[in-house]
């Protein structure tokens, strides 16, 4: 996971992890999204992330990823 991303929502969906995650950019004014999976039963073992400027998007993307693990 990207250093400075917190988890706002995380579910375990059979062997794996799904997070959704915001970073607030400082200086910048604007903040970053991601989903993140994990590549285990390891919680703290992420396989990917895929970052988003929009929080609709993320949000779109982590219900997707949930799913597709189900």
Same mark, same amino acid.
């Given at each position: 996971m990207k250093? +400075?991303?917190t988890a706002i929502k995380k579910q375990q969906v059979g062997s794996? /992890? =799904?997070w959704l995650c915001e970073e607030s950019l400082? +200086?910048?004014g604007c903040r970053e /999204? %991601?989903?993140y999976v994990s590549i285990s039963p390891d919680e703290v073992a992420t396989e990917y992330g895929?970052?988003?400027v929009r929080y609709s998007n993320a =949000? %779109?993307?982590f219900e997707a990823r949930v799913k597709q693990y189900s």
């Open positions: 250093l +400075g991303m794996r /992890w =799904v400082p +200086g910048q /999204w %991601a989903t895929h970052y988003f =949000v %779109a993307d």
